[in-house]
């Protein structure tokens, strides 16, 4: 086909159009500047130096995926050159990155520019039409609205380079729905609104074929695909189906055949995409099959169209929103060191991956991949890399994923971009919109033909503009953050590169090495500008804090990501230099350094630095914080002139301790200037200053660790150095004078020194290091020098205190104790220590010298002296701790118990010590016997000590001797105590109670003690105890007159009456008195005179159950005429609160005795009252009342609860009635067994079992099936069909049958025939037997447990039998006890029944 005019038309256009004709562009969008003389289209498409150009396209390689690192997964730069001259590979424009949302965005948006002006362009001169699809590959085509398709070259002019059909073929065609370019970009398919496809010739222009008879008529090609075959491509219809397309050529002649690979009618597809190889993998095993991947509405299908066509997958989507856009998308990937297809396809928000591998037979095996969930629907899936997705969703805007962590990298907007939609084309408008609902509702949000991915690039077509977007490198993503000075997060983020943790990482090559050395290069770059923009921004005016704070700020970051990268010369050089320009910089970089020092980050530092360092600190008056610095630097790097000078002068010990050692190999000099600080003070005898004591302590852990073999403060001291430095200490410890004689300096001033300052903690560094002098013959001398240096000092001198000196023979026994043990030391000397110690002259310090005598013999210091002489010797000094630890070691248990009670610290330890004695296993019985007898000895002592504990002791070890322990306690109230531990079970203690049940004396004695020291207590004991005598205790509570407590002894032995007498008598004594008092207003006696009168009502109440009604009324009556005499006295007060009071315990009384006195009773013995009796009725009128009051109200409650409980039982009984009288409805019209129907009308008469489950059977049958059983003259029917499954169903018991299985039928119902013979006597008729069966009484017992209690039927008749009961009050004598209203917990149940269904 010759080139059409309106091509012509077009290239014409594109050299003479100028920009004030085109009306139609519009300058903001397409950010075309106001000039004077606007130029020409063409200035416009081959301008290279605008500054505000987001997007070069310079090469058609720039989309090739040749340059992709398969095993990494990363890709290359994505600038190459067109003709090869590498000059054009350094060629670059400074993006502006105004399209980017997200600071140090992961990927650039571009628009192109020159494409977007000639399509717009196009629009207006020639009529092409709004664009409708677009491809890349090495090449750029667009496909319009009037059947053209433009072809752009990716120079960087971006040039119109071909114009393909015509507008009069496109209103023939339609609009160009498809575009698809062969993989060597020779030739271009185009795919029509109406159905036709042509393909061009991308060299010269030509028209190759075109296609009219591919698919069937009237629907719209959706997609037109290329596979890796030039001669094969795939289409799809608006119509769901997909057609391989064959080009031939025979004798010069094109053709195309087409196959079906798939019907609509089966399912709509309205998706696919073939798998296409790269270059490099063209031998890749895969490509035998030419796999196609296809997505309808439903599922999603790959098959194979080589060698012969195959399905290898079906995987359906599952529920999904049905205006969801199904997606497809292949890549190559990287799998355990081999390449491999995946395929991603999504219907929604969930993503599926699969991998497709070939394994050695030939057969493709699929493996599903962890699924990627969103929150969002997708309207494009578009691999960018091997590893990174850019996924469109319905709300236009870009999410960039990685696909291995999942992690969502950014987010870009691209609503701006305005989308072109495929809409019209699935909806197949063109041809008169003839496509299923399902297919137009997915179209909404199609936009299948509008993005197109190329080589690491993805276009994306708008209605006036084509929109680019690539992964930045990893430069240009660190140089974006730089521009916006946000050098936190671009070194952060070039660290990243840096361990490789980063993601959607581009232009990274080599190995591992190689990449970090090119990005460490590029953050110490990075780390420079960051200096200087820290010297640039600081504030030059304002407060010193403001500019402390900004440096602050900013310095620990360099010198994190200066350590981190292992540049320390970049640290102390270029940085340390720039910073120093500023005093405030310099001053604040190096006390950044400290935590560095400190946590051995930086263990080095250039002299230099150091010297600055320890100039700031010392003018800072910071001397703490260099001594901890010192002690963690290399020595190489510190100036010891400099450094010593100010140790001494501001006493940095341990930095001068650390000095030295480190740096001359000198461990005596600093423990002779220590000495120094704390040597003259204790010489005097002055007490030492706080920091004295903390340069004493530092002394004793130095000379400790030299003496170890490790260095002060940090570390170890170097092996060869470890005896030299052991044979230092010793020999400056031992010496007889030191350096610096002063004129009054005893002998061994160090050792002497270090005793005065902390005897037990210096001796416990020499018991240390004694550990380690085993093979040495040299140290053994040197322990033997210093002992006898230590007796020397401490023996012959009286300073020191008895501890002191304790501590010292406590050391020397226990290395005497030691088997290996080459020591001597005079046995004299011991027995000296021990008169010292145990002198009777000597009262000071008794507790002191008792326990350095103590620890001096636990130490093994016994095998130093006579233990008959020690065990004297402590016995007069009263040191009984040292008794009991010499008659422990002789075995002599039981001379242990006076050295407790003798021990006026230790007494209550005795009883844990008998106790333990007693009870713990591995002592003789011997033994245990003369502990226990010397206890009993002792007992009346022990008790006194404390009683509880001494009850405890009784109550496990000694409760059979209860009573001769009591006997010889002459103190009572000892014994009380004792006892009320003892027998008191609130304590909780654990007694032998039948020793206690065989002797009630000890209760009994108790309860006599326990009247005359706790009255209140006596009635709570006796309702817990059982062991008294009732006889006895009723006895002692008399003579002690505790009324109370009679009483409470009288119900318990059954004589109520007598109780009754005793209560009564109290409760007139306490109204006599509450009568007497009354005008005074005697609160308390009336309060008491209640308390009283309730436990009397109570008294009555419990008893009366037991009583007739003669004996009821001869305990409630009285008690009434008490209460009314009462009342009778303040007759002529009756106004007054006493009158009130009393009237209410009338009424109190009258309430509590209606329940057992008969209510005629009570008002007959009212009336008969002299003081009622002879009065107007007015005055027993609000007696009367009330006591009608309070019939009325429980004669109401009474009828209320009847009428309730009837109406309950009546609608209950009238649902189940319903329930089980409801008809069957059978399933079938045959016999379950015989299958065959029963017959509704027949001669004769034949029985039908129909069952609940719908089964119905023949009498017969189920006979013949052992399903029937008969018992108590019925039978039994068991469902055959529904047990059949249980195979031992027919041998269990029937009444488990009828409990756990609902096979047994609800009504056993015996159906006769309606209809008789005509000659049989119809009298003979039997009607149809309705009975009441097994299951139908399960569900009755089932609804009646549900209200549990007693029987309603009982409840009823108890109501109206009391109803009618007139003549014995509201409740019948002889059936009170046995009442159910009489129960604590008797409760009405009104809830109503479970529901029944109908």
């Given at each position: 086909?010759a080139?059409?005019?309106?091509?012509?038309?077009?290239?014409?256009?594109?050299?003479?159009?100028?920009?004030?004709?085109?009306e139609?562009?519009?300058?903001k969008?397409?950010?075309?500047?106001?000039?004077?003389?606007?130029?020409?289209?063409?200035?416009i498409?081959?301008?290279?130096?605008d500054?505000?150009?987001?997007?070069?396209?310079?090469?058609?390689?720039?989309?090739?995926?040749?340059?992709?690192?398969?095993h990494?997964?990363?890709?290359?730069?994505?600038?190459s050159?067109?003709?090869?001259?590498?000059?054009?590979?350094?060629?670059?424009?400074?993006?502006?990155?105004?399209?980017?949302?997200?600071?140090?965005?992961?990927?650039?948006?571009?628009?192109?520019k020159?494409?977007?002006?000639?399509?717009?362009?196009?629009?207006?001169?020639?009529?092409?039409?709004?664009?409708?699809?677009?491809?890349?590959?090495?090449?750029?085509?667009?496909?319009?609205?009037?059947?053209?398709?433009?072809?752009?070259?990716?120079?960087?002019?971006?040039a119109?380079?071909?114009c393909?059909?015509?507008?009069?073929?496109?209103?023939?065609?339609?609009?160009?729905?498809?575009?698809?370019?062969?993989?060597?970009?020779?030739?271009?398919?185009?795919?029509?609104?109406?159905?036709?496809?042509?393909?061009w010739?991308?060299?010269?222009?030509?028209?190759?074929?075109?296609?009219?008879?591919?698919?069937?008529?009237?629907?719209?090609?959706?997609?037109?695909?290329?596979?890796?075959?030039?001669?094969?491509?795939?289409?799809?219809?608006?119509?769901?189906?997909?057609?391989?397309?064959?080009?031939?050529?025979?004798?010069?002649?094109?053709?195309?055949?087409?196959?079906?690979l798939?019907?609509?009618?089966?399912?709509?597809?309205?998706?696919?995409?073939?798998?296409?190889?790269?270059?490099?993998?063209?031998?890749?095993?895969?490509?035998?099959?030419?796999?196609?991947?296809?997505?309808?509405?439903?599922?999603?299908?790959?098959?194979?169209?080589?060698?012969?066509?195959?399905?290898?997958?079906?995987?359906?989507?599952?529920?999904?929103?049905?205006?969801?856009?199904?997606?497809?998308?292949?890549?190559?990937?990287?799998?355990?060191?081999?390449?491999?297809?995946?395929?991603a396809?999504?219907?929604?928000d969930?993503?599926?991956?699969?991998?497709?591998?070939?394994?050695?037979?030939?057969?493709?095996?699929?493996?599903?991949?962890?699924q990627l969930?969103?929150?969002?629907?997708?309207?494009?899936?578009?691999?960018?890399?091997?590893r990174?997705?850019?996924?469109?969703?319905?709300?236009?805007?870009?999410?960039?994923?990685?696909r291995?962590?999942?992690?969502?990298?950014?987010?870009?907007?691209?609503?701006e971009?305005?989308?072109?939609?495929?809409?019209?084309?699935?909806?197949?408008?063109?041809?008169?919109?003839?496509?299923?609902?399902?297919?137009?509702?997915?179209?909404?949000?199609?936009?299948?033909?509008?993005v197109?991915?190329?080589?690491?690039q993805?276009?994306?077509?708008?209605?006036?503009?084509?929109?680019?977007?690539?992964?930045?490198?990893?430069?240009?993503?660190?140089?974006?953050?730089?521009?916006?000075?946000?050098?936190?997060?671009?070194?952060?983020?070039a660290?990243?590169?840096?361990?490789?943790?980063?993601?959607?990482?581009?232009?990274?090559?080599g190995?591992?090495?190689?990449r970090?050395?090119?990005?460490?290069?590029?953050?110490?770059?990075?780390?420079?500008?960051?200096?200087?923009?820290?010297?640039?921004?600081?504030?030059?005016?304002?407060?010193?804090?403001?500019?402390?704070?900004?440096?602050?700020?900013?310095?620990?970051?360099?010198?994190?990501?200066?350590?981190?990268?292992?540049?320390?010369?970049?640290?102390?050089?270029?940085?340390y230099n720039?910073?120093?320009?500023?005093?405030?910089?310099?001053?604040?970089?190096?006390e950044?350094?400290?935590?560095?020092?400190?946590?051995?980050?930086?263990?080095?530092?250039?002299?230099?630095?150091?010297?600055?360092?320890?100039?700031?600190?010392?003018?800072?008056?910071?001397?703490?914080?260099?001594?901890?610095?010192?002690?963690?630097?290399?020595?190489?790097?510190?100036?010891?002139?400099?450094?010593?000078?100010?140790?001494?002068?501001?006493?940095?010990?341990?930095?001068?301790?650390?000095?030295?050692?480190?740096?001359?190999?000198?461990?005596?000099?600093?423990?002779e200037?220590?000495?120094?600080?704390?040597?003259?003070?204790?010489?005097?005898?002055?007490?030492?200053?706080?920091?004295?004591?903390?340069?004493?302590?530092?002394?004793?852990?130095?000379i400790?660790?030299?003496?170890?073999?490790?260095?002060?403060?940090?570390?170890?001291?170097?092996e060869?150095?470890?005896?030299?430095?052991?044979?230092?200490?010793?020999?400056?410890?031992?010496?007889?004078?030191?350096?610096?004689?002063?004129?009054?300096?005893?002998?061994?001033?160090?050792?002497?020194?270090?005793l005065?300052?902390?005897?037990?903690?210096?001796?416990?560094?020499?018991?240390?290091?004694?550990?380690?002098?085993?093979?040495?013959?040299?140290?053994?001398?040197?322990?033997?020098?210093?002992?006898?240096?230590?007796?020397?000092?401490?023996?012959?001198?009286?300073?020191?205190?008895?501890?002191?000196?304790?501590?010292?023979?406590?050391?020397?026994?226990?290395?005497?104790?030691?088997?290996?043990?080459t020591?001597?030391?005079?046995?004299?000397?011991?027995?000296?220590?021990?008169?010292?110690?145990?002198?009777?002259?000597?009262?000071?310090?008794?507790?002191?010298?008792?326990?350095?005598?103590?620890?001096?013999?636990?130490?093994?210091g016994?095998?130093?002296?006579?233990?008959?002489?020690?065990?004297?010797?402590?016995?007069?000094?009263?040191?009984?701790?040292?008794?009991?630890?010499?008659?422990?070691k002789?075995?002599?248990?039981?001379?242990?118990?006076?050295?407790?009670?003798?021990?006026?610290?230790?007494?209550?330890?005795?009883?844990?010590?008998?106790?333990?004695?007693?009870?713990?296993?591995?002592?003789?019985?011997?033994?245990?016997?003369?502990?226990?007898?010397?206890?009993?000895?002792h007992?009346?002592?022990?008790?006194?000590?404390n009683?509880?504990?001494?009850?405890?002791?009784?109550?496990?070890?000694?409760?059979?001797?209860?009573?001769?322990?009591?006997?010889?306690?002459?103190?009572?109230?000892?014994?009380?105590?004792?006892?009320?531990?003892?027998?008191?079970?609130?304590?909780?203690?654990?007694?032998?109670?039948?020793?206690?049940?065989?002797?009630?004396?000890?209760?009994?004695?108790?309860?006599?003690?326990?009247?005359?020291?706790?009255?209140?207590?006596?009635?709570?004991?006796l309702?817990?105890?059982?062991?008294?005598?009732?006889?006895?205790?009723?006895?002692?509570?008399?003579?002690?007159?505790?009324?109370e407590?009679?009483?409470?002894?009288?119900?318990?032995?059954?004589?109520v009456?007598?109780?009754?007498?005793?209560?009564?008598?109290?409760?007139?004594?306490?109204?006599?008195?509450?009568?007497?008092?009354?005008?005074?207003?005697?609160?308390?006696?009336?309060?008491?005179?209640?308390?009283?009168?309730?436990?009397?009502?109570?008294?009555?109440?419990?008893n009366?159950?037991?009583?007739?009604?003669?004996?009821?009324?001869?305990?409630?009556?009285?008690?009434?005429?008490?209460?009314?005499?009462?009342?009778?006295?303040?007759?002529?007060?009756?106004?007054?609160?006493?009158?009130?009071?009393?009237?209410?315990?009338?009424?109190?009384?009258?309430?509590?005795?209606?329940?057992?006195?008969?209510?005629?009773?009570?008002?007959?013995?009212?009336?008969?009252?002299?003081?009622?009796?002879?009065?107007?009725?007015?005055?027993?009128?609000?007696?009367?009342?009330?006591?009608?009051?309070?019939?009325?109200?429980?004669?109401?409650?009474?009828?209320?609860?009847?009428?309730?409980?009837?109406?309950?039982?009546?609608?209950?009984?009238?649902?189940?009635?319903?329930?089980?009288s409801?008809?069957?409805?059978?399933?079938q019209?045959?016999?379950?067994?015989?299958?065959?129907?029963?017959?509704?009308?027949?001669?004769?008469?034949?029985?039908?079992?129909?069952?609940?489950?719908?089964?119905?059977?023949?009498?017969?049958?189920?006979?013949?099936?052992?399903?029937?059983?008969?018992?108590?003259?019925?039978?039994?029917?068991?469902?055959?069909?529904?047990?059949?499954?249980?195979?031992?169903g027919r041998?269990?018991?029937?009444?488990?049958?009828v409990?756990?299985?609902?096979?047994?039928?609800?009504?056993?119902?015996?159906?006769?025939?309606?209809?008789?013979?005509?000659?049989?006597?119809?009298?003979?008729?039997?009607?149809?037997?309705?009975?009441?069966?097994?299951?139908?009484?399960?569900?009755?017992?089932q609804?009646?447990?549900?209200?549990?209690?007693?029987?309603r039927?009982?409840?009823?008749?108890?109501?109206?039998?009391?109803?009618?009961?007139?003549?014995?009050?509201?409740f019948h004598?002889?059936?009170?006890?046995?009442?159910?209203?009489?129960?604590?917990?008797?409760?009405?149940?009104?809830?109503?029944?479970p529901?029944?269904?109908?």
């Amino acid at each position: 086909m010759a080139e059409s005019p309106e091509t012509r038309s077009l290239a014409s256009a594109s050299s003479q159009l100028n920009l004030a004709e085109a009306e139609g562009i519009d300058d903001k969008e397409f950010d075309i500047p106001q000039v004077d003389t606007p130029p020409t289209l063409e200035s416009i498409l081959n301008e290279t130096e605008d500054e505000d150009e987001s997007f070069i396209l310079e090469d058609p390689a720039l989309l090739n995926m040749d340059n992709i690192d398969t095993h990494s997964g990363e890709t290359s730069s994505l600038a190459s050159s067109d003709s090869g001259d590498r000059t054009n590979l350094k060629r670059r424009k400074k993006a502006s990155d105004v399209s980017s949302s997200v600071p140090g965005s992961v990927v650039r948006r571009s628009v192109l520019k020159g494409v977007s002006a000639q399509v717009v362009s196009a629009a207006d001169r020639v009529d092409a039409g709004l664009p409708t699809a677009v491809v890349v590959s090495n090449v750029i085509a667009v496909g319009t609205s009037h059947g053209l398709a433009l072809v752009f070259g990716k120079d960087p002019n971006q040039a119109l380079r071909l114009c393909l059909g015509s507008t009069a073929v496109g209103a023939q065609y339609g609009a160009v729905s498809a575009l698809s370019i062969n993989s060597d970009c020779t030739r271009l398919l185009c795919g029509f609104a109406k159905g036709q496809i042509t393909m061009w010739d991308l060299a010269n222009g030509k028209l190759l074929r075109t296609i009219t008879d591919a698919h069937p008529p009237g629907t719209a090609i959706l997609h037109i695909k290329f596979t890796d075959d030039p001669t094969t491509a795939i289409c799809n219809d608006s119509g769901g189906s997909v057609f391989e397309l064959a080009f031939k050529r025979v004798m010069g002649v094109r053709s195309c055949e087409s196959r079906c690979l798939f019907s609509g009618a089966k399912g709509e597809v309205c998706c696919i995409e073939p798998l296409l190889v790269k270059p490099e993998l063209r031998d890749h095993p895969i490509t035998q099959h030419a796999l196609l991947a296809m997505a309808s509405l439903t599922k999603v299908m790959v098959i194979g169209l080589k060698p012969s066509l195959k399905v290898w997958l079906t995987f359906p989507y599952g529920k999904a929103n049905p205006a969801s856009v199904p997606l497809l998308s292949w890549q190559f990937v990287a799998v355990q060191s081999a390449v491999t297809p995946m395929l991603a396809f999504c219907r929604g928000d969930a993503i599926h991956f699969l991998l497709v591998k070939k394994d050695e037979s030939g057969a493709i095996h699929v493996s599903k991949q962890k699924q990627l969930h969103l929150h969002y629907d997708l309207i494009n899936l578009t691999w960018i890399n091997s590893r990174t997705l850019a996924l469109l969703d319905s709300a236009e805007k870009l999410h960039v994923v990685d696909r291995h962590s999942q992690e969502e990298l950014e987010i870009v907007d691209i609503a701006e971009v305005q989308l072109v939609y495929n809409s019209s084309h699935f909806k197949s408008l063109a041809t008169g919109g003839n496509v299923s609902q399902a297919l137009a509702l997915v179209g909404e949000k199609a936009c299948y033909q509008s993005v197109s991915g190329y080589g690491g690039q993805i276009i994306y077509l708008g209605t006036k503009s084509v929109h680019v977007i690539t992964l930045r490198t990893w430069r240009e993503r660190v140089d974006y953050l730089l521009k916006q000075e946000r050098f936190i997060e671009a070194l952060s983020l070039a660290w990243s590169f840096h361990e490789g943790k980063a993601k959607a990482v581009v232009g990274l090559f080599g190995d591992q090495s190689k990449r970090k050395g090119v990005v460490a290069d590029r953050m110490a770059e990075i780390l420079l500008q960051y200096a200087d923009r820290a010297l640039k921004k600081c504030p030059e005016q304002g407060k010193l804090q403001v500019m402390e704070q900004h440096f602050e700020d900013m310095v620990p970051v360099m010198v994190d990501y200066c350590l981190l990268l292992e540049r320390i010369d970049l640290l102390f050089g270029q940085i340390y230099n720039k910073l120093s320009e500023i005093s405030v910089a310099k001053g604040v970089f190096l006390e950044c350094l400290e935590p560095y020092i400190l946590n051995d980050k930086l263990p080095s530092i250039t002299p230099l630095v150091m010297k600055d360092l320890l100039i700031h600190f010392q003018d800072r008056d910071m001397m703490e914080n260099i001594e901890a610095c010192i002690v963690h630097m290399d020595i190489t790097s510190l100036d010891i002139q400099q450094v010593v000078h100010m140790c001494w002068e501001h006493c940095l010990y341990d930095a001068m301790i650390y000095v030295y050692n480190r740096g001359m190999n000198d461990y005596i000099t600093p423990m002779e200037k220590l000495f120094q600080v704390i040597g003259p003070p204790l010489r005097a005898g002055k007490s030492l200053s706080d920091e004295q004591v903390v340069m004493g302590n530092k002394l004793l852990v130095y000379i400790s660790c030299c003496l170890a073999g490790r260095a002060y403060p940090l570390g170890n001291i170097p092996e060869d150095l470890v005896p030299l430095v052991k044979h230092q200490v010793f020999e400056f410890l031992i010496r007889l004078h030191s350096t610096e004689v002063a004129s009054d300096e005893e002998l061994h001033p160090q050792i002497r020194t270090l005793l005065h300052f902390d005897t037990r903690e210096f001796l416990n560094v020499l018991a240390l290091t004694f550990e380690d002098f085993k093979n040495d013959k040299q140290a053994v001398e040197h322990q033997q020098r210093i002992v006898d240096i230590l007796l020397t000092v401490m023996v012959e001198n009286s300073d020191f205190t008895p501890s002191q000196v304790g501590c010292l023979f406590t050391f020397l026994a226990r290395q005497l104790a030691k088997p290996d043990s080459t020591l001597f030391v005079n046995r004299m000397l011991f027995d000296q220590v021990l008169e010292f110690l145990c002198s009777p002259d000597d009262e000071s310090r008794h507790a002191e010298r008792q326990q350095v005598l103590l620890e001096l013999l636990q130490a093994g210091g016994v095998a130093q002296f006579d233990e008959n002489r020690l065990t004297a010797m402590a016995e007069k000094a009263a040191f009984y701790q040292v008794c009991e630890f010499m008659y422990e070691k002789k075995q002599l248990y039981d001379k242990i118990i006076p050295c407790y009670l003798n021990d006026p610290v230790r007494k209550e330890e005795i009883f844990n010590y008998v106790h333990n004695m007693l009870s713990i296993p591995g002592y003789s019985a011997e033994e245990k016997e003369s502990v226990w007898n010397k206890t009993m000895e002792h007992i009346k002592d022990l008790v006194p000590i404390n009683p509880s504990k001494a009850a405890e002791l009784v109550a496990v070890h000694f409760s059979t001797e209860l009573q001769v322990i009591v006997n010889q306690l002459e103190d009572q109230h000892l014994v009380f105590r004792l006892l009320q531990s003892l027998l008191d079970s609130s304590d909780g203690m654990q007694v032998n109670r039948e020793v206690l049940q065989l002797n009630p004396d000890i209760h009994e004695q108790y309860l006599d003690l326990l009247c005359q020291y706790d009255p209140h207590r006596v009635i709570d004991f006796l309702r817990v105890s059982e062991y008294y005598r009732l006889e006895e205790a009723i006895q002692i509570a008399e003579n002690h007159k505790l009324h109370e407590a009679s009483a409470f002894l009288l119900e318990k032995k059954g004589d109520v009456h007598a109780a009754f007498v005793v209560l009564l008598e109290i409760l007139k004594h306490k109204l006599s008195l509450f009568t007497d008092g009354a005008r005074e207003k005697n609160e308390e006696t009336g309060q008491a005179a209640e308390s009283t009168l309730e436990e009397t009502i109570a008294l009555c109440q419990r008893n009366s159950h037991s009583l007739n009604q003669q004996q009821r009324e001869a305990l409630w009556f009285p008690l009434l005429e008490a209460v009314m005499s009462a009342q009778k006295l303040l007759k002529d007060g009756s106004s007054s609160p006493a009158f009130e009071s009393l009237k209410h315990l009338t009424k109190q009384v009258l309430n509590s005795m209606t329940g057992f006195i008969a209510l005629p009773s009570i008002l007959q013995r009212i009336l008969q009252d002299p003081m009622y009796g002879k009065g107007k009725l007015g005055e027993i009128q609000t007696l009367i009342l009330g006591m009608l009051d309070t019939f009325n109200y429980e004669q109401t409650l009474l009828e209320t609860t009847t009428n309730l409980l009837n109406h309950d039982l009546h609608w209950s009984l009238c649902n189940l009635r319903g329930a089980v009288s409801r008809g069957l409805n059978p399933k079938q019209e045959h016999c379950s067994v015989c299958l065959q129907q029963y017959k509704r009308r027949q001669e004769g008469i034949e029985e039908v079992i129909v069952f609940s489950c719908g089964h119905i059977y023949h009498s017969q049958c189920l006979q013949s099936k052992d399903c029937g059983v008969r018992t108590e003259g019925q039978t039994q029917w068991t469902c055959y069909k529904c047990n059949s499954s249980n195979k031992g169903g027919r041998h269990r018991d029937l009444g488990s049958e009828v409990n756990k299985s609902r096979n047994t039928s609800l009504a056993q119902i015996k159906v006769t025939s309606a209809y008789y013979s005509t000659s049989g006597n119809p009298d003979n008729k039997k009607p149809t037997e309705v009975a009441l069966e097994p299951q139908q009484i399960q569900a009755f017992d089932q609804l009646r447990r549900l209200y549990r209690g007693p029987p309603r039927l009982a409840i009823l008749t108890e109501l109206s039998r009391n109803r009618n009961s007139d003549k014995q009050g509201l409740f019948h004598p002889g059936s009170v006890a046995n009442s159910v209203f009489q129960n604590e917990n008797f409760q009405l149940r009104l809830s109503p029944p479970p529901v029944i269904e109908d």
